[in-house]
């Protein structure tokens, strides 16, 4: 079916409305040879050139120096008992904490490396600018005759949230092809306060904790108070500093898919200042308790401020996994109607329990195998509905950007290829069919065929052999899909 043969009303159609613009049919020359992914496939990575190198290399020597420097400070005012308790008891939450925020990000998992980077980065560098700048800030405070606890609530915020941010504002400069939207924000963001909030609980269950205690009373007394901060710090307010810093992830991950400039300088600012004045009024809220002696003062403002934000951002989040899931349901139909998807493999990746269900298929017709494939083939397309969202959304500007899109799409074409052809003609409960962007042509077991409209609720993607396109009638040009190439999955399986 030529691309400008739109059929009216198909199921195509009814999946989506994907809005026009932003690319012209490329050539429809396809390679001879397409390349066979071995794993889940990801976006073709950048040259490195010497400044990128130097780059990475200052950042990790940055972040080493941090963290030698952070453990040298802790040793030093903790001591070496106090040290590893606060380790183990600040340790506790961190896996809870990490593996909510890559629950967020199931439907397109960011590269490992980025998310270690995020979470090492607020352990160490963010921890180690804010205890310089706070103790600081502090004494100077002392010398004008100021109370020190305005530190916590002029100062501490400003520089512990533009600190935590810095990190994930370096991999949106450097590798803004990495961040799918707000979902990516949230989770780099998080994990960057995560890693920030497990230091600083060392130095409060291992110091104002442990070894206070010991100091007063002996190890009982420090044990106890160690469990009581835990309880406060961590189980009942556990989830302050990732809540602060998500502000700016939302700003940052709605920079990182708009094409104005103007809001991809004011949201990420507005979203920075946002966390900047919640982690100040969370702070100011012990303070006036302290000041005044009046304790509902906290419970007013934990119950009415930031519970009801804590459960508001927990609710963007549902929805924004969700929003990311349909999003394949908005883009891919372009690629039902080119011939390069059928409307069932598009469904079934609307939603994680249909994409479950497909992996529970892949593996009754494939075995662990077919599972990989699958979980491949899932992801490319996510990443392929991301990718071409952004040329929607015009965010090439550049004609390098523009090509390097086009050639990231037919990379990505060609892993969905190879992965699809793992499964085609596996299942024999599933009959022979063609899909020719319109309808299915079935071959029954008593040897008849007959068209075959799609379903409108496919829960597994069936893959079928899909018909030879038409002939091209368009130039080349940017972000369209040509024709397949003929590719297996693994490699060298007819």
Not at 12 to 25: E, Y
Not at 297 to 319: H, K, S
Not at 334 to 363: C, F, I, M, N, Q
Request: charged share 15%; aromatic share 10%.
């Amino acid at each position: 079916m030529r691309p400008e043969q739109r059929a009216g009303g198909d199921y195509a159609d009814s999946m989506a409305d994907t809005p026009p613009g932003g690319s012209r049919p490329p050539s429809p020359t396809a390679p001879a040879v397409a390349v066979v992914p071995a794993g889940t496939p990801a976006m073709p990575g950048r040259r490195l050139g010497w400044r990128r190198i130097l780059v990475l290399v200052g950042v990790f020597l940055l972040i080493t120096a941090c963290a030698i420097y952070m453990v040298s400070v802790l040793n030093d005012e903790l001591g070496i008992e106090a040290l590893l308790i606060g380790v183990a008891a600040a340790i506790l939450p961190v896996p809870v904490l990490v593996a909510c925020f890559l629950w967020l990000d199931r439907y397109e998992p960011e590269p490992l490396k980025y998310l270690v980077f995020c979470f090492a980065w607020g352990a160490f560098v963010s921890t180690a600018a804010s205890l310089e700048v706070n103790g600081f800030a502090a004494g100077l405070f002392a010398e004008m005759g100021l109370p020190t606890a305005l530190t916590a609530v002029l100062v501490a915020p400003f520089i512990e949230e533009l600190t935590k941010a810095l990190g994930p504002i370096l991999l949106l400069v450097f590798r803004r092809r990495e961040w799918s939207g707000i979902t990516d924000g949230l989770v780099y963001c998080g994990l960057s306060a995560v890693g920030f909030a497990m230091v600083e609980n060392i130095l409060y269950l291992g110091g104002y904790g442990y070894a206070s205690g010991v100091d007063r009373y002996g190890p009982a007394t420090g044990a106890q108070q160690v469990i009581a901060i835990f309880i406060v710090r961590i189980l009942l307010f556990g989830f302050a500093h990732p809540l602060f810093t998500s502000m700016t992830g939302v700003g940052l991950g709605i920079a990182a898919r708009t094409a104005d400039r103007r809001v991809r300088f004011l949201a990420p600012v507005a979203g920075l200042l946002l966390a900047m004045m919640l982690h100040g009024t969370w702070n100011l809220l012990p303070t006036l308790t302290q000041a005044t002696g009046q304790a509902l003062i906290m419970l007013y403002g934990f119950i009415g401020v930031m519970v009801p934000i804590f459960f508001g951002m927990v609710g963007l989040a549902v929805w924004l996994r969700a929003w990311e899931g349909r999003l394949t349901e908005r883009t891919l139909p372009d690629y039902v109607k080119a011939g390069w998807l059928t409307p069932p493999e598009v469904a079934a990746l609307s939603s994680l329990g249909r994409r479950h269900a497909a992996r529970v298929w892949a593996r009754r017709v494939g075995g662990d195998a077919g599972v990989k494939a699958m979980r491949g083939y899932q992801f490319a397309a996510t990443r392929l509905a991301l990718l071409r969202d952004g040329a929607l959304r015009g965010l090439d500007r550049r004609p390098v950007d523009r090509e390097r899109t086009a050639r990231e799409e037919r990379e990505l074409l060609d892993a969905i290829t190879a992965y699809r052809a793992y499964f085609v003609g596996r299942d024999p409960q599933a009959p022979a069919g063609t899909w020719d962007g319109h309808r299915y042509h079935l071959r029954f077991p008593d040897g008849s065929q007959r068209p075959v409209e799609a379903p409108d609720e496919p829960v597994v993607p069936i893959p079928v052999v899909l018909a030879p396109p038409p002939p091209p009638v368009f130039p080349a040009g940017y972000g369209w899909p040509g024709p397949r190439p003929a590719t297996s999955w693994p490699p060298g399986r007819p």
